[in-house]
């Protein structure tokens, strides 16, 4: 993969990820769930 790849994968997570915010009552268990899966 190129770091280009790389970078947009990245970005997808992250938009994914961001469907789940109100699973959490607070921002850190919401950071450290895209801590954990990165």
Known sequence: MEVKQIKHIGRKLKA???KFDDC???VEPRLDLLTYVK
């Open 24 to 26: 959490f009552s607070r």
């Open 16 to 18: 994914f990820l961001q």
